[in-house]
């Protein structure tokens, strides 16, 4: 009964349908959005702003911030590019976000949105999509990367295949691998340094130590961007009390001191996402069939390699806009989401135990 409900009220919610929605609200006249009242399940404070932006700003400003949408193409003018809006001041977002702007697609928020709300939002955009166009020494960190770094990694840091000109190829930092796997150190390491064998050139002898570091800076805080602020340990805001570093990226524990219960978590998932995924978790579940993209593979080696508890926890609470993937947060508390994340690490992806040995004479 929960996920019959639970369902409805995502039908209502997930990111897709906003694309319908807002076409109603653009041709509605003046431009005054309609609120639904009860649209969405209100849960106090709990919210998480990199939630409400996925829900109510990414499908005109873009997942990265940078106005990069499929709205963008049919709104006059186009939607904000808060990555180079360095001029713009936290109140006037604020007034602009509760009171629309007129002659554009910003509608009012205030009928959606509480003032805190508002604010959250607001200032997760600030600190994520605008923190290099905010900060100088980022700025000069992305020009140097597009001096000395895109040739290889990319306009957005996605590695650009043939260009590196060996065998390895130029990391990917978009991965939630990535973010596990490099930390400043090491990536300040790398880049002066370089790599062994590949065509990651060390840069100690071109680029002075503080510009090494305004690079990779700037590569940490916009294009290794975390796909919500949940993500553990990498994040670029400094000052955070994360959970230890438990050295191995695979085993990192759920943010937030969480502790996820799988045999709980068992029962959430066949009765909620086996319906997509598969009880076997290989995405060939009964809904599968009526899905595009289809439900992710659990199983596959991919897969596996590169989501750990944090990259789950982060991928069920966010969901995939533009997929079906619902966003659970919104219908599941953050325990919830742990328990079934645990579930889905320990039954799909980690790897199994390494055998002690080969049984002697064992075969087939
Ligand atoms: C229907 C598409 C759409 C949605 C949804 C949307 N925006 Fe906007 N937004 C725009 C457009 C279009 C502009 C105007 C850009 C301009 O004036 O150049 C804008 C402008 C803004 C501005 C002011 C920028 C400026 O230069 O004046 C802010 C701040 C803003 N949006 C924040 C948000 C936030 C936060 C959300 C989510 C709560 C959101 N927007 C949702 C389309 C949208
Ligand atoms: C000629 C191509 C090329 C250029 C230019 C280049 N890189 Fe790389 N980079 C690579 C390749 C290839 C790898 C993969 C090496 C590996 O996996 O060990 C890599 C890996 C990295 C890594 C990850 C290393 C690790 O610890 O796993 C970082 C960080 C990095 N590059 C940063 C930069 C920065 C910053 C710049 C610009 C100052 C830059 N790179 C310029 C090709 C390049
Ligand atoms: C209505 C179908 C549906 C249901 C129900 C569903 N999912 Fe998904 N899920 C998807 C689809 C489709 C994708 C793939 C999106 C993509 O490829 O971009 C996905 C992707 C994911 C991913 C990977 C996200 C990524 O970034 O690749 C995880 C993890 C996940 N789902 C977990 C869950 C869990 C846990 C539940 C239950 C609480 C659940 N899903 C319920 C359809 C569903």
Not at 166 to 190: C, H
Not at 238 to 246: F, I, K
Not at 253 to 266: H, I, M, W
Not at 279 to 284: I, L, R, T, V
């Amino acid at each position: 009964m929960l996920f019959i409900t639970a369902w409805q009220s995502m039908q209502r919610i997930a990111g897709q349908r906003m694309l319908p929605l807002l076409v109603c609200l653009l041709a509605a006249t003046g431009g005054t959005p309609v609120a639904h009242a009860g649209e969405r399940p209100l849960k106090g404070g709990s919210i998480k702003p990199a939630v409400l932006y996925h829900n109510y700003c990414s499908v005109c400003h873009g997942d990265r911030g940078d106005g990069n949408s499929r709205a963008r193409n049919s709104l006059v003018p186009p939607p904000r590019d808060f990555t180079r809006a360095s001029e713009l001041t936290r109140e006037t977002m604020v007034a602009i976000v509760t009171g629309g702007k007129p002659g554009t697609a910003m509608t009012a928020w205030k009928t959606q949105l509480e003032a805190p709300e508002i604010e959250a939002v607001v200032d997760y955009v600030r600190t994520t999509f605008m923190q290099v166009a905010l900060d100088p020494r980022l700025q000069r960190g992305r020009s140097l990367y597009a001096q000395n770094c895109m040739v290889c990694h990319g306009d957005h840091g996605q590695g650009a295949s043939g260009s590196a000109g060996g065998l390895v190829p130029p990391r990917d930092f978009t991965t939630p691998q990535a973010r596990v796997e490099l930390t400043r150190e090491r990536m300040i390491s790398s880049v002066t340094h370089g790599r062994a064998n590949t065509a990651m050139a060390a840069f100690a002898a071109r680029l002075p130590a503080p510009d090494i570091e305004a690079v990779v800076d700037y590569v940490r805080a916009s294009l290794m961007l975390p796909a919500s602020d949940a993500i553990s340990g990498t994040s670029a805001h400094a000052g955070r009390s994360g959970p230890p570093d438990s050295g191995n990226p695979m085993e990192q524990p759920f943010q937030n001191g969480l502790q996820g219960n799988a045999t709980r978590g068992e029962r959430t998932y066949m009765s909620g996402c086996a319906t997509c995924h598969g009880p076997k978790g290989d995405g060939k579940g009964p809904r599968a069939y009526f899905i595009n993209p289809k439900p992710r593979n659990f199983i596959d080696p991919a897969f596996r390699a590169s989501f750990n508890r944090p990259a789950i926890y982060t991928a069920v609470s966010d969901g995939r806009l533009g997929a079906e993937m619902p966003a659970w947060s919104k219908v599941l508390d953050h325990q919830e989401i742990a328990d079934v994340s645990e579930f889905v690490f320990q039954r799909f992806v980690r790897q199994p135990p390494v055998a002690k040995g080969p049984a002697r004479g064992a075969g087939h």
